[in-house]
């Protein structure tokens, strides 16, 4: 079946510390991946996606992802975090074919960033 | 543009009761998807719509349902409620299928 497994549950950082934030997922075909973000009181949002080209994208506030096909893995990163990135982190695979697609989450990774 | 919309936001009731719960997506987007948030499962998929047809489905029982209109506004509905229901409601709209994903605020469903 297909799954999505984020590593790290909870993770702690003091500002302008570096962050990544682990994602694999299982499926052998053609994938769209998405990093979603949930600040406290705030509806999900996308922060970046991936669907084809440059395996390394950019999305807002300064946070990037890496697709590794080989490795199943689309992690994310950022190089200086700041208070204001608290929050919770889903990765998100949407697999499928052209008129059927299923949405997996991860089960989130909850970020608190110490100011 | 205004976002998705939900109603209600939040929702009391009893086991074996049913409810309904109504999203209204972007304008323009033909998908809804909903999902199911608790603290123990994360994000569960629940369905996904587009043009009026369920398109995909969670694994999720039979007491969950849902439709969407011609309008594409969708409603989802959970008849029998139990405990285990009680569950923070995403709903969640795209242009196309397949696409980024617009979430709602949810509705936060409480079964006494």
């Known amino acids: 079946a297909q799954s999505v497994s984020q590593h790290n549950h909870h993770v702690i950082l003091s500002e302008a510390a570096s962050l990544e934030l682990g994602c694999n997922y299982s499926y052998g075909g053609t994938v769209n991946l998405f990093w979603y973000v949930q600040y406290p009181g705030q509806h999900l949002q996308l922060l970046l996606k991936?669907?084809?080209?440059?395996?390394l994208v950019k999305g807002i506030k300064g946070f990037e992802a890496e697709f590794i096909k080989s490795k199943f893995s689309f992690n994310l990163r950022k190089p200086s975090v700041q208070w204001s990135d608290t929050a919770e982190y889903f990765c998100?695979?949407?697999?499928?074919?052209?008129?059927?697609?299923?949405?997996?989450f991860g089960t989130g990774t909850r970020l608190k960033v110490l100011a | 543009k205004a976002g998705v919309t939900q109603t209600p936001r939040y929702l009391i009731k009893t086991r074996g009761q049913q409810v309904t719960l109504s999203c209204s997506p972007i304008s323009g987007h033909r998908s809804v998807s909903w999902y199911q948030q608790t603290p123990g499962q994360g994000l569960q998929f629940l369905f996904e719509?587009?043009?009026?047809?369920?398109?995909n489905k969670g694994n999720f029982p039979g007491r969950f349902s849902g439709r969407q209109f011609s309008n594409s506004r969708s409603e989802m509905n959970v008849s029998t409620l139990e405990l285990g229901d009680s569950a923070l409601y995403l709903c969640?709209?795209?242009?196309?299928?397949?696409?980024?994903?617009?979430f709602g605020p949810g509705t936060r469903l409480t079964v006494t």
């Open positions: 719509y587009f043009s009026e047809t369920q398109r």
């Open positions: 998100a695979v949407n697999a499928g074919t052209s008129g059927t697609y299923k949405y997996i």
């Open positions: 991936y669907f084809s080209g440059d395996p």
């Open positions: 969640a709209s795209s242009v196309i299928l397949g696409d980024e994903q617009y």
